[in-house]
């Protein structure tokens, strides 16, 4: 078992640097010891937790494993072919001079066939592009990326869940370890493109940047329904304020008269003088 699961890292190691190698063969790629680290681990803990999670449910729901493990090979079976249909593409002409358009129908099958059994366990490195001359698409492809290992961790989730209520042996330990394990596979993942990879800087977007414009979409809709629920301030709303009456002088003091302070002083003398009278 431990053999089969250094042999399979192995190889999917080696289809990485390759996949790099050919996407980039325009730039002498340089990998460090610490980008090999990485990509041990993150493939490593990935292969160890899918083999893992479709044994475990194998043992719960023995037949129902044939379903899983079918449904995932023609769902990546056809999904290279349907998007080549959606593109309206034309098959390659490229692949093999020798072969009919039917031959090169049937070479183009077993490469897909070939890409989905990879699937099926890992991440692929190469992603398939049938209308491409070389059939790898040369884009880093992040939404893709991300989508496949949000879906994959949710069926390991689920897989892991029904083994764990149809088992009859109770093991919650496991199960979360499991989950533990696949977590830190995608964070070396994300380490890896994010700081090891050899040709980071070319990338037009890296992982910071996915994370920051999906951290950000998620504040401001959480900001707009904040403020959507908070009640109407003063500050924004309209607002009516009774005050007195203002003199004439006061509110247009350019065509009012100046005030006659003498007048106004003698006034409140003799009103001062006639209170004193009558208090008297």
């Known amino acids: 078992m431990i053999i089969t699961l250094i042999s399979i890292t192995y190889g999917a190691l080696v289809c990485i640097v390759l996949a790099i190698q050919i996407r980039y063969d325009d730039y002498k790629v340089r990998l460090r010891p610490f980008a090999y680290l990485c990509m041990i681990v993150w493939r490593g803990l990935e292969i160890a937790t899918r083999i893992t999670s479709l044994v475990l449910f194998s043992t719960a729901l023995t037949h129902w494993v044939i379903l899983v493990g079918m449904g995932n090979l023609l769902f990546f079976f056809f999904l290279p072919w349907v998007e080549f249909w959606a593109r309206k593409g034309s098959l390659a ?4 001079k020798n072969f009919s358009k039917l031959g090169t129908t049937v070479v183009l099958s077993m490469f897909t066939l070939l890409y989905a059994c990879i699937n099926v366990f890992c991440w692929s490195a190469v992603q398939l592009d049938l209308a491409h001359r070389e059939l790898i698409e040369r884009k880093q492809r992040w939404d893709r990326l991300a989508m496949f290992y949000c879906g994959r961790f949710v069926e390991n989730f689920v897989l892991i869940t029904l083994w764990y209520f149809y088992n009859s042996v109770c093991a919650p330990l496991l199960a979360a ?31 910071h940047d996915c994370l920051h414009c999906v951290c950000f979409r998620t504040g401001r809709r959480g900001g707009r329904g904040r403020r959507e629920k908070l009640p109407p301030s003063y500050s924004t709303a309209a607002t009516m304020v009774l005050v007195p009456e203002e003199p004439l002088q006061l509110l247009d003091p350019q065509n009012s008269q100046p005030l006659d ?16 009278m009558q208090a008297a």
């Open 177 to 207: 370890q499991l989950l533990i394990c696949y977590s830190l596979a995608v964070l070396f993942m994300l380490l890896f493109y994010q700081f090891c990879h050899p040709c980071k800087s070319l990338f037009k977007y890296n992982v």
């Open 261 to 276: 302070l003498t007048n106004r002083l003698g006034e409140q003398e003799t009103a001062i003088l006639e209170d004193m």
């Open 93 to 96: 002409k490229d692949v093999e």
